[in-house]
């Protein structure tokens, strides 16, 4: 299909593993994103990675690639409070100025007790 | 820091007015975006730019229109608002070629009464 797809919403304890699924479509996309968005805010660029990496870690965040199932998830370790948000996966097709970042839906992270 | 400046956060229009949106984006960046926003939605392309005075229609054209005269400004145009158009609108720059993803503004929530 054309769409980024994502699912709607996950809950999670604090202190626990957050992790955020995403299926791409485009086999020949060349770099994938994480956004983050906060209550009443724009879109903030929280990771990336390029389409012939499998893993990128960055502090608490990890990001696998699976380019075979077109496949990204985002792992938040250690889930606090501050980490509720809505995330978008996306992915850019192509290499040149012209090209355009797709975007998921998006998938709200509620953070319980 | 690339800052993307949209000139509202809230605005309340009546049904049938002209309604302007502005973006100024401070980075010499080539690319403009606009998008709506609405729950379940994701985000939708409403129309992009790729250079001074170049509009291209996005997937949700229908009732805006745009206007980019100099770089760094790319207005969003609602000819006659109608409460359909009551969403968060977002803009976003970006230099276009390479890893370089989306520089998103802060939104403008528009309410069209």
């Known amino acids: 299909g054309e769409d980024v797809e994502q699912s709607l919403f996950l809950s999670v304890r604090e202190g626990d593993s957050s992790v955020i699924n995403c299926t791409y479509t485009?086999?020949?996309?060349?770099?994938l994103y994480w956004y983050k968005q906060e209550p009443g805010a724009g879109l903030q660029l929280l990771t990336y990675i390029f389409s012939n990496m499998d893993m990128k870690q960055d502090q608490r965040l990890t990001v696998l690639l699976n380019k075979k199932d077109k496949h990204l998830s985002l792992r938040i370790a250690d889930t606090q409070t501050g980490d509720s948000a809505i995330y978008f996966c996306?992915?850019?097709?192509?290499?040149?100025?012209?090209?355009?970042?797709?975007f998921g839906s998006g998938t709200r992270l509620s953070i319980r007790p | 820091d690339v800052k993307v400046t949209q000139s509202s956060r809230y605005l309340v229009k009546r049904t049938g007015e002209k309604v302007f949106l502005e973006c100024v984006q401070d980075m010499d960046h080539e690319n403009m975006f606009w998008y709506r926003q609405d729950p379940g939605l994701g985000l939708r392309l409403i129309y992009f730019s790729y250079d001074v005075k170049m509009k291209e229609k996005g997937d949700i054209p229908e009732g805006y229109s745009v206007s980019r005269e100099k770089k760094e400004r790319f207005s969003l145009i609602l000819e006659s608002a109608s409460t359909n158009q009551t969403s968060m609108y977002l803009c976003a720059s970006s230099p276009g070629k390479g890893i370089y993803g989306y520089t998103f503004g802060s939104g403008t929530r528009l309410t069209v009464v």
């Open positions: 996306a992915e850019k097709r192509g290499y040149s100025s012209a090209s355009k970042i797709i």
């Open positions: 485009d086999s020949s996309s060349t770099y």
